[in-house]
């Protein structure tokens, strides 16, 4: 054989036995990603056992919309960074489905991972407890302790058992911000603020150092509202008088000391617990009802843990995974707007004005969609893409079809602009409504760069050349026009509220002038339509376009998520728990967290916030 044919024999045999290396190597690759992907592509249905207790267990804040970028939101699962959020509707979904499921016997509520809800939110989900009892099945509520909001779903339980170390903390409402106005001083900032309407509150942060006078007038008016629905509420639940709640939190301390200083008895003492036990106990209880026994079987040694049972998030994914498609060809859609209103296309959790805008035209598209329903929960932000949301929500309205809002916990300043067009506005009796204000804010630093020993000079081609320039105190000319701008904008708002609401400039202005109101008072002056919660608001919707109460379907509009989306998704949870157990990921402390979100969050917003013309109709609002 020749050299040269010997040559390429061996590169021949090499080359044959690299490639099968390459392919053995490809399949030990490819084998897991395929199981893993099989995994994925698998539909994850859980097994309901029978005679069940039925454990929800909320985690974070009770919110319409979970927050981010699903693939943020993925990663963050992987990492091992806790839960923050938890949807309503599904812990809705769950109970109402679980009421009429013979497999589920008890509901219990672990709610110590509950944080932070709307007292709309709350009361919806309350509600359906209420139902699930009627059902003829207990409900008992669980807890180291319970929190104001978590001692309200705990409230509406047939029995509720605590920690004997626990402590029930039901400190009322307040709105307590932090004002910088003397910081900026300090750091020789001028900060440029126009606003129309004295109860528009939301740029006191930079310009005071205490709230105004009107701001307490207000929040002190609708903050009264929500913890008079919360006590009445409670007590009503827990069949104590109707100021129980009341002398609870003002008169703690002399409560305690008659308790000899035990959190946990003084609770038990005052009606707002029945029953102290131990976290073997409180299983012992459950493990007793789930079992059609009145007290645990002493001859019974399985364990108190040993008894069927399933969380809500595997039931959820068990039931949607038995649920069919519904037959209607009608349907009602739902385009959820929750969080804070921005310019352009936004995540889930914020509003967007282009990406918003694009759910509704989705909707519009769809010939099959009868009616539209806009479940908003936003204290505003943006006024020009809250626009751009009316308008997509008006063109909507011109294919002859019913357009219905349904208010969450708030829906104030933009959050109600991209209301005011609807057929009909629900809200719930604890929806903080109205704000209708506009105003914007524009800091210059000439005197923090003097103080550095920094001096900004030139010549411009106009006169209007370099008067909105940040380096510089703002010219004459840009202070007037941003004036007429925001006057215009106010104008524009309360000219849209009055055509949509079909009432006269003065009677909305009268109204307006940036005040937040509760929602009863807000449908006493014309703003909303009716008190009532989703489904209400959806039933009448579907009633606006002459559909049978069984003639159609609820479909979500949601942003579609690709298939990257959906794998990296499914990915976090296989991988959550390896990479959990290897360390996770370092995050703030709880008290910590807090003291930076108090600290600097309304910055932070106002750091967010993108109109393009720096107009803003926002409501600092929040109740804690």
Known sequence: MKPLGLIMKLLGTLWRALDGVRKVLHLLI?????????????????????????????????????????LDRAIALARGIPQQEVLLKDLIEVIQTAKDDNRIKVLVLELDGLGGAGLSKLQELADEIILFKA????????????????????AHADEIYMHPMGFVYIDGYSRFLPYYKSA????????????????????????????????????????????????ADVTAARELNSTALQRYADDAADLLSEANGDTAQMALDYGLIDELLHRDGISSRVKALVRDSDEEDEGDDSGADDYPRIGHEAYLRAIRGQDSESSAEASVGVVVASGIILDGSQPPGT?????????????????????????????????????????????????????????????????????MSADEIWASPTTLTGSIGIGATLPTFQRSLDRLGIHVDGIGTTALAGQADPLRA?????????????????????????????????????????????????????????LGNLDDAIASAAELADLEEDGYRIDYIEKELEFRERLALQLAQVLAPLIQALGGSPALPPELQRLVDVAIGPLRILERLNDPRDLYAYCFCEAR
């Open 30 to 70: 490819l084998l897991p990603l395929t199981v893993i992907l099989l995994a994925v592509i698998a539909p994850d249905r859980p097994r309901v056992p029978r005679d069940a207790a039925l454990i929800l267990a909320p985690k974070g804040a009770l919110v319409e919309q979970l927050s981010g970028d699903p």
């Open 135 to 154: 059902s003829g099945k207990q409900v008992i509520a669980v807890g180291d302790g319970f929190t104001r909001n978590q001692y309200y779903l705990a």
């Open 184 to 231: 900026i001083d300090n750091l020789y900032i001028d900060y440029n603020v126009w606003t129309v309407g004295e109860y528009k509150s939301f740029v006191e942060p930079i310009t005071r150092d205490d709230m105004s006078a009107e701001d307490r007038e207000a929040s002190g008016q609708y903050l009264g509202a929500l913890w008079d629905a919360y006590q």
């Open 351 to 419: 509003v967007g004005g282009d990406s918003t805008a694009r759910l509704i035209r989705r909707a519009m598209e769809d010939e099959r969609m009868k009616a539209l329903v806009l479940r908003v929960d936003s204290p505003g932000g943006s006024a020009f893409a809250s626009d751009v949301v009316l308008r997509a929500l008006e063109v909507f309205q011109e294919s002859g079809r019913p357009l219905v809002v349904s208010m969450g916990s708030v829906a104030a300043s933009g959050g109600y602009w991209i209301s």
């Open 474 to 530: 703002l010219g004459p000319d840009i202070v007037e026009i941003i004036g007429q701008s925001i006057q215009n904008g106010y104008d524009q708002f309360v000219d849209k509220v009055a055509s949509h609401r079909d009432q006269s400039v003065e009677e909305i202005d009268g109204v307006a002038r940036g005040r937040v109101w509760i929602a009863a008072d807000a449908r006493d002056r014309g703003l909303i339509d009716h």
